[in-house]
């Protein structure tokens, strides 16, 4: 498990943060439902390179949540750019997964954050995106809210299962879900499904063209939620390579493949030592 010491304000909420390793910065940046605990299997093979900071979005993971609380995709971008201020950050390497790829890519055309390469992977980026369940919790969320703790139990873990293409350990459903349970856990759970919006990628889609750093797109094969299709047009955009598949992987490829992704961010960061190893 990743260790979050630490606690920062931001937009009127409690963020918490953690970095490991030295040389110069990387920061990480998990996607939904999930929080920085999908890195727990990649940041232990970059802090020989890199001074990783991983974080929790705000209303996910060990970060605030609260009843009435803006956690949509509007607000974490504000938060990543805040967060590169307090920890004195000009280009940092970036990796980023899922609504952290829609966060880096909203921050870099909204807020002018630059960075010293990019590293995205089963983004949500373009249109359309968004499950049915997605579509059916936006309409009934207090229902979803306040239903029994046993029938939540099994939508979360089903639902979460979904992300994998193949089947999720016992400890990842347990470290996955746990945020997501209680009193104040559930009602954030379904929270964050409710004020996901396409209109924050919109906002943003027209604007994207070749990024000022390299650029490399991944994408698993199997991903349910958001087609390799996207991976290939989302590359087109951004990047001068093409999107790198990823085989036996869905859109958790943390789980699935994580020695994919911290080969690509190794030879993102540090081409010329992999090539002369």
Same mark, same amino acid.
């Given at each position: 498990m990743l260790d979050l010491p630490n606690t920062s304000i931001i937009e009127g909420n409690s963020v918490r943060w953690g970095k490991s390793g030295q040389g110069p910065a990387l920061v990480a940046i998990h996607g939904t439902p999930f929080s920085s605990q999908v890195w727990r299997r990649i940041i232990p093979h970059l802090?020989?390179?890199?001074?990783?900071?991983?974080?929790? @979005?705000?209303?996910?993971?060990?970060?605030?949540?609260?009843?009435?609380?803006?956690?949509? @995709?509007?607000?974490?971008?504000?938060?990543?750019?805040?967060?590169?201020?307090?920890?004195?950050?000009?280009?940092?390497?970036?990796?980023?997964?899922?609504?952290?790829?829609?966060?880096?890519?909203?921050?870099?055309?909204?807020?002018? @954050?630059?960075?010293?390469?990019?590293?995205?992977?089963?983004?949500?980026?373009?249109?359309?995106?968004?499950?049915?369940?997605?579509?059916?919790?936006?309409?009934h969320e207090a229902a979803f809210s306040g239903m029994p703790n046993y029938m939540h139990q099994a939508i979360l873990r089903a639902y979460l299962q979904t992300a994998a293409h193949n089947p999720l350990s016992e400890e990842a459903l347990e470290i996955y879900c746990a945020p997501w349970t209680g009193q104040i856990g559930q009602p954030a759970f379904y929270r964050q499904i409710a004020q996901m919006d396409q209109k924050y990628t919109d906002e943003i889609q027209s604007l994207y063209s070749r990024m000022d750093c390299p650029v490399t797109v991944l994408w698993g094969e199997k991903d349910e939620w958001i087609p390799a299709r996207t991976g290939r047009q989302l590359a087109m955009y951004l990047s001068d390579k093409d999107c790198i598949p990823i085989p036996d992987a869905g859109h958790l490829v943390q789980e699935d493949r994580p020695e994919a992704i911290i080969a690509a961010i190794l030879e993102q960061i540090l081409p010329d030592q992999l090539t002369r190893s």
């Open positions: 802090i020989d390179h890199r001074s990783v900071y991983y974080f929790d @979005l705000v209303g996910y993971g060990q970060s605030e949540m609260r009843d009435g609380q803006d956690v949509s @995709l509007a607000v974490q971008n504000k938060v990543l750019t805040a967060l590169f201020r307090e920890w004195d950050l000009e280009q940092p390497d970036i990796l980023a997964h899922d609504f952290g790829g829609a966060t880096a890519l909203r921050a870099y055309y909204l807020n002018g @954050l630059r960075y010293g390469s990019l590293t995205i992977f089963d983004a949500v980026a373009l249109a359309p995106w968004g499950s049915p369940l997605v579509q059916h919790v936006r309409q």
